[in-house]
Structure formats: structure tokens, C-alpha cells
């Protein structure tokens, strides 16, 4: 993915870093990118600058461990206020913050030392899916208040941007690779994989796209996978079960599965989503 220079100068960011020599590398590639940038020294100031300029600032990016507040409390504090969507960085690889971060619907969770080509195409992409949420809300509001028939109308809407924010989580979580997940259409195709599926079972993304899902559960389990699917259409719910996937050389790996089918607007099935958790 290319960086979209014209859509960077139109993102206002606050970056959030105490370390003075980290702060001015990054803040001067960040200058020179985005439309605005506001720099804090903690989280304390982060939080002020953010309450004095929420109605420009589209992105945090913010280190954890700081003086006064940290990273997590003011993450905390700026969500409490809007939901904005936030980047952590930090040197520490604590599974506390992961869960933490995960907690707070943080959009990013990054480890030192800082790829900043990297970071920045995950400002844009995030900003961009953010703002697409936010029109299509507004639409929502304004659709739903001329509509004669508002109810059933703005239902429909209202799932259209659930969906969004579903969405919203999972990519954050699948960025930075801490899901098994495959995504099938309505025939079981695969359409999509996460980068945890293809290490645990040692695929690449093009190996697995366009294979019916079938083909890498365990033989033995062969008409099972057909028949929780059909279930869960009958059902319009989701399946949690226990399943064996192969690995790419033939090894079964056991899992806790979770089957989410996916319906369109005309009520009809058009994909699914497999959660998988791998059993010790």
C-alpha cells in the first residue's frame, strides 16, 4: 500500500511521546505529512491538549510508560470524552497492555523500535475507515429524520453501522495478528485469512484464497463443517464447537471454533466468519 500523500494533509494527529529524542524524529516526518500536528510530553498534557483541540484531532499516537499519566489512563480519559480512534507505541511487549489496549477498543497496538513508513499507513487507514464510519452515521441521522418510514429504515441503517464497528474491531485486532480467523462467502469459499491463521497452520494467504474451507479441515471431520454452517443459517446464530484444521503438512490442529454467519440487507446469507482458538 502506498502512502496517499493528499488525504495525510488532511489528518490532524496529537503524538503523545515523554522520550525528547523520539519525539522530535518522529514529530518532524509527521510535520511534513499531516495537516496538523500537536505534540505532548505526557499524558497529562496529552489529555489537555486533546480537550482543547478534540474537534480537530482525528488520531492519538501515544507511548504507554510516562510521567504523571500514563499512556493506558489517558487513552482511558480521551475515550470517556469521544470515541477517537488511538495508536499505541511502546518498548514493552506486556500482555497486561495488550489486554488492556483490547479492552479500551484501542485502534493499534505497536512495539519499539517504530517502522514510521508502517505507522503512518496505519494513521491513514484507520482515519479513513473512522471517517467513513462517522458519514455514514451522519447519514443514518439524516436519512432516518426524513424517511416516512423512519423505524424500519433506520434499523437497516443502524445494522449497516454495527457491522462497521464489528468490523472496526476486528481488523484492529487482526493488524496486529492476535486472531485465527478465516472468512468464506455464502458457498464456503475463502475470501480472506488472518496472518495468525497462516502461522499457526503455515500457509501463505494465497495458498488458502479461493480454496473451498473443506479442503484444510481434518478428513475425518468431512461433512461436519457443512452441517454446522447449514445450522447456523436455520438458526441465524452463531456455532461454537470443537474442530480439526489441517496444517499445511498434514498435521491436526484442534480448535475451539466459532461459526458467524453473515446476512445481507435482503435477509439472505452472503458469508461467514471462523473464529478459531487453538486447544493445548
Known amino acids: 500500500m502506498d502512502l496517499n500523500l493528499q488525504h495525510l494533509k488532511t489528518i490532524t494527529v496529537l503524538y503523545v511521546e515523554d522520550e525528547e529524542s523520539v519525539r522530535n524524529i518522529i514529530s518532524q516526518t509527521f510535520e511534513r505529512l499531516f495537516k496538523k500536528v500537536y505534540l505532548a510530553v505526557d499524558g497529562q498534557d496529552g489529555l ?102 423512519v423505524n424500519n429504515e433506520k434499523k437497516e441503517l443502524e445494522k449497516k453501522v454495527n457491522r462497521i464497528y464489528k468490523e472496526l474491531k476486528l481488523l484492529r485486532v487482526l493488524s496486529d495478528h492476535y486472531i485465527s480467523i478465516i472468512y468464506t462467502d455464502k458457498n464456503a469459499v475463502i475470501t480472506d485469512v488472518s496472518t495468525k491463521f497462516c502461522n499457526l497452520y503455515a500457509y501463505k494467504k494465497d495458498e488458502l484464497i479461493g480454496q473451498k474451507i473443506t479442503e484444510i479441515q481434518d478428513e475425518t471431520h468431512n461433512n461436519e463443517i457443512q452441517k454446522y454452517m447449514l445450522e447456523a443459517i436455520h438458526n441465524r446464530t452463531s456455532i461454537t464447537t470443537i474442530h480439526n484444521f489441517e496444517t499445511k503438512y498434514g498435521k491436526a490442529l484442534k480448535c475451539n471454533m466459532t461459526l458467524n454467519p453473515h446476512f445481507g440487507t435482503d435477509g439472505y446469507i452472503d458469508g461467514y466468519t471462523f473464529y478459531l482458538d487453538l486447544l493445548p
Do not use: C
Open 48 to 149: 489537555n491538549i486533546f480537550k482543547e483541540h478534540q474537534n480537530e484531532i482525528e488520531v492519538v499516537i501515544s507511548d504507554i510508560n510516562m510521567p504523571n499519566k500514563n499512556g493506558m489512563e489517558m487513552a482511558s480519559d480521551i475515550l470517556a470524552i469521544t470515541q477517537v480512534p488511538i495508536i499505541i507505541t511502546t518498548a514493552l511487549d506486556d500482555k497486561e497492555y495488550l489486554l488492556k489496549s483490547i479492552e479500551l477498543d484501542i485502534n493499534k497496538y505497536i512495539t519499539k523500535p517504530i517502522k514510521t513508513k508502517e505507522l503512518i499507513l496505519d494513521i491513514s487507514k484507520i482515519v479513513e475507515i473512522s471517517r467513513k464510519a462517522k458519514h455514514i452515521k451522519l447519514a443514518t441521522i439524516s436519512l432516518a429524520t426524513k424517511s416516512k418510514n
